[in-house]
C-alpha cells in the first residue's frame, strides 16, 4: 500500500503562485512514477503534469506547459508541482497520484494509476 498526502493548495489571486506538495510513504518512492491530475465539480478528473521515476522525463497538459513545473526528491519521499502564472481556470481539486507500472517513462491516463491522494483544493481568484 502507498499512502499519498497532498499539501500546499489555497487562495491565490490571478497571476499568483503555489507549489503543492505530495508526500509518500509505505513502498519505495523511487520505484514509482508519479502524476498530478484535477478535478471541477461536474468535469473529469484530467491529467495535469507527471514525472517519471528518476525524474529525468516529465510530460504537461498543454494548457499548464510553461507556467507548472513538476520535480521529485526521491530522498524526500516527496513529489512537486510549482504553479506559476496561474489562472482562474486552474481553479480545481489537485490530486497527486503513484504508478508502479511505467518504468522509465510517464503515462498521461488516470487508469494507469495505481494509488491517489485525498486531494488540496486551489482556487484562483480573477
Known amino acids: 500500500q502507498v499512502q499519498l498526502v497532498e499539501s500546499g493548495g489555497g487562495l491565490v489571486q490571478a497571476g499568483g503562485s503555489l507549489r503543492l506538495s505530495c508526500a509518500a510513504s509505505?513502498?519505495?518512492?523511487?520505484?514509482?512514477?508519479m502524476g498530478w491530475f484535477r478535478q471541477t465539480p461536474g468535469k473529469e478528473r484530467e491529467f495535469v503534469a507527471a514525472?517519471?521515476?528518476?525524474?529525468?522525463?516529465?510530460n504537461y497538459a498543454d494548457s499548464v506547459k510553461g507556467r507548472f513545473t513538476i520535480s521529485r526528491d526521491n530522498a524526500k519521499n516527496t513529489v512537486y508541482l510549482q504553479m506559476n502564472s496561474l489562472e482562474p481556470e486552474d481553479t480545481a481539486v489537485y490530486y497527486c497520484?503513484?504508478?508502479?507500472?511505467?518504468?522509465?517513462?510517464?503515462?498521461?491516463?488516470?487508469?494507469?494509476?495505481?494509488?491517489w491522494g485525498q486531494g488540496t483544493q486551489v482556487t484562483v481568484s480573477s
Open positions: 509505505g513502498r519505495t518512492f523511487s520505484n514509482y512514477a
Open positions: 497520484a503513484a504508478d508502479f507500472r511505467t518504468l522509465h517513462s510517464v503515462t498521461v491516463g488516470r487508469e494507469e494509476y495505481d494509488y
Open positions: 514525472i517519471s521515476r528518476s525524474g529525468i522525463v516529465t
